[in-house]
């Protein structure tokens, strides 16, 4: 099932009057679930607009996909109702976002955009997320028996979104990037299939999960389902970054739901 819809196009690189689109966006728009006695299965989208919004940069942009860089993503996900840790499970320099609305995650996985490595889970006790515990609540993706795999392309079959960030709120902006010829080679999609025993064998069908993603290597820079916070800080760096990458984000939007 699709269980989220974020737009294309509202990453901090064309936030307020300094863009940045010469930076590859991390840019999420699509979230499927779906799950069976054993696994919980997850597959998400990143798209790169780049070549709609800003031609002359289509270019450097997509040199560096996501799938070709070593980006961590994290996938929350909410299993206790009144759980959770407010804080990630990796501290991010201190930027880590933190999670202050009705859902907390009860679990983490966070994974490399280039899977480098296996990943790694861990599971909230007491409200913090441990860290290199001898693999008692924090392992392996491996060793948890959690499988991620990538490939460029497109999952979905339209493309909605805006060409600034500044212009999400008003529904004449809207565009489909697909009919407007956006080359889906840029995008990459994302499949995971998790052991509900990694996560504690929720009842899916009787209670249901939450499930939100986000991603940036310090401060995140989009979430699905989409959290404003994460283009709630305007500007560019001496390095002409997104300011948004060096903030700390209150997360407080809900999380997609799985099941019940």
């Known amino acids: 099932m699709l269980i989220a819809i974020d737009m294309a196009g509202d990453d901090p690189r064309t936030l307020g ?15 499927w679930a ?67 609305g009705a859902n907390l995650p009860d679990y983490q996985f966070n994974i490399a955009s280039n899977m480098f490595h296996s990943g790694y889970i861990s599971k909230a006790v007491n409200g913090v997320f441990p860290v290199d515990d001898a693999g008692v609540n924090y392992k392996t993706g491996t060793a948890a028996g959690i499988t991620v795999k990538f490939a460029k392309g497109a999952g979905y079959n339209t493309l909605w979104g805006v060409k600034d960030v500044d ?20 995008d990459t999609f994302y499949e995971a299939k998790i052991p509900l025993s990694a996560i504690g064998n929720p009842n899916i069908e009787g209670s249901g999960i939450g499930v939100k993603l986000h991603q940036g290597e310090f ?12 283009t709630d800080t305007p500007g560019v760096s001496e390095s002409n ?13 809900a999380f997609a739901r799985i099941g019940k």
């Open 219 to 230: 401060s995140p820079v989009d979430t699905i389902p989409n959290d404003p916070a994460t």
């Open 167 to 186: 212009d999400v709120a008003d529904a004449s902006k809207l565009v489909d990037f697909k009919a407007l010829g956006h080359d889906v080679n840029r």
């Open 34 to 100: 779906a799950w069976d006695n054993e696994y919980l299965y997850l597959a998400w989208q990143y798209v790169d607009v780049t070549d709609i919004v800003d031609p002359a940069n289509a270019g450097s942009a997509g040199g560096t996909p996501i799938r070709s860089m070593d980006m961590p993503q994290t996938i929350a996900i909410d299993t206790i109702a009144g759980a959770g840790a407010t804080l990630d499970m990796w501290k991010k320099n201190g930027l880590q976002p933190i999670w202050g």
């Open 241 to 253: 970054s997104p300011k948004e990458w060096g903030d700390v984000d209150l997360l407080t939007t």
């Open 17 to 31: 009057s300094n863009w940045s689109l010469h930076e590859t966006p991390l840019d999420l728009s699509h979230l």
